[in-house]
């Protein structure tokens, strides 16, 4: 059964940096990525990672501030975010595929997804 757990959420201030990870089992995947969805919004593509190669791809809008990165030996993926916004409050979310690429995890989205770890942003 294939399990994706999220973790590192919180509360945290304007321009502070947080580190989300997701722990993945239950079969092997080609890509990892991160999703997110803040309140009344859809949910946004935000970076992805190929799990063998570590090739990866970012949305526009959080290139240069978030890097995603993975620990094939814990089977985990992290996002790393840094100089954090109001704007990025959501419920972030994990998601693995076994045929995507992280080229392509955006625009035909992914097989499995975690239950999301929610992030606020106090300005």
């Known amino acids: 059964q294939v399990q994706l757990v999220e973790s590192g959420g919180g509360l945290v201030q304007a321009g502070a940096s947080l580190r989300l990870s997701c722990a993945a089992s239950?079969?092997?995947?080609?890509?990892m990525a991160w999703f997110r969805q803040a309140p009344g919004k859809e949910r946004e593509f935000l970076a992805a990672?190929?799990?063998?190669?570590?090739?990866?791809t970012y949305a526009d809008s959080v290139k240069g501030r978030f890097t995603i990165s993975r620990d094939n030996a814990k089977n985990t993926v992290y996002l790393q975010m840094n100089s954090l916004k109001p704007e990025d409050t959501a419920v972030y979310y994990c998601a693995a595929d076994s045929f995507r690429t992280p080229q392509n995890a955006a625009r035909y989205g992914m097989n499995y997804w975690g239950k999301g770890t929610l992030v606020t942003v106090s300005s």
């Open positions: 239950g079969r092997t995947f080609s890509t």
């Open positions: 990672i190929a799990w063998s190669t570590s090739s990866t």
